[in-house]
């Protein structure tokens, strides 16, 4: 069974522009979460979404959005980007028949921002 | 306002030997808890699982303790081994309703020397 896969797994960008991420979820999960990992924050949760709704979201400013797509695959975009916006940007997904499951990781996409 | 705390940040024990990491929570609706393990440019793996109904849950070499009315759960490894080697997080979550997010310590480095 494959794993959560991410693209692309590194990107540089510079100030002022805008990126978006990809995930796939593991087949047959319908929840994907994104969380932000940096050195001095830990990871952070930006937001979670099921069936093609956000259900839940994070402390981030609104240049932070994201989308699920009818096949589970979600994507993320940062607007405007910051020189703070250099992160891992990990994905997550679960089953989510229970809220009991837990969530598998995908390998990241580092971002970063000159 | 940091919910979940993880205070050392690193760790360093002898292969063989027991390995305890330590995680405090705050927040009193947190009910699920899981640990994570992380290498270096892989996304985190789940580990183990505890739900607040239980004060202890074993898998192999991995038992997480739960004392409720400490707001503090603890991953022993028994033996630890130079594998182990790696960043462990702790996360809690309040999976009332169908929301669900995940609240990461921000690690511990467990160093495994054989």
């Known amino acids: 069974k494959a794993g959560v896969t991410q693209t692309p797994r590194y990107l540089i960008k510079t100030r002022g522009q805008q990126v978006t991420l990809s995930c796939s979820p593991i087949?047959?999960?319908?929840?994907v979460s994104w969380y932000q990992q940096t050195p001095g924050q830990g990871l952070q949760f930006l937001f979670e979404?099921?069936?093609?709704?956000?259900?839940n979201k994070g402390n981030f400013p609104g240049r932070f959005s994201g989308r699920q797509f009818s096949n589970s695959r979600s994507e993320m975009n940062v607007s405007t980007l910051e020189l703070g916006d250099s992160a891992l940007y990990l994905c997550?997904?679960?089953?989510?028949?229970?809220?009991?499951?837990?969530?598998?990781f995908g390998p990241g996409t580092r971002l970063t921002v000159l | 306002d940091q919910q979940v705390k993880q205070n050392s940040p690193s760790l360093s024990v002898q292969e063989g030997r027991i390995s305890i990491l330590n995680c405090d929570y705050t927040?009193?609706?947190?009910?699920?808890f899981l640990w994570y393990k992380k290498y270096p440019a892989e996304g985190p793996t789940f580990l183990i699982s505890?739900?607040?109904?239980?004060d202890k849950n074993e898998d192999g070499r991995f038992t997480v303790f739960l004392n409720k009315s400490a707001k503090h759960l603890s991953l022993h490894i028994v033996p630890s081994q130079p594998g182990d080697s790696a960043v462990y997080f702790c996360?809690?979550?309040?999976?009332?309703?169908?929301?669900?997010?995940?609240?990461f310590g921000k690690g511990t480095l467990l160093t495994v020397n054989p």
């Open positions: 087949s047959g999960h319908r929840s």
């Open positions: 927040n009193s609706m947190f009910d699920y």
């Open positions: 997550a997904s679960r089953r989510a028949t229970d809220s009991y499951n837990e969530q598998f």
């Open positions: 996360a809690a979550s309040d999976s009332g309703g169908s929301n669900y997010k995940l609240t």
């Open positions: 979404y099921f069936s093609e709704t956000q259900r």
């Open positions: 505890i739900s607040s109904i239980k």
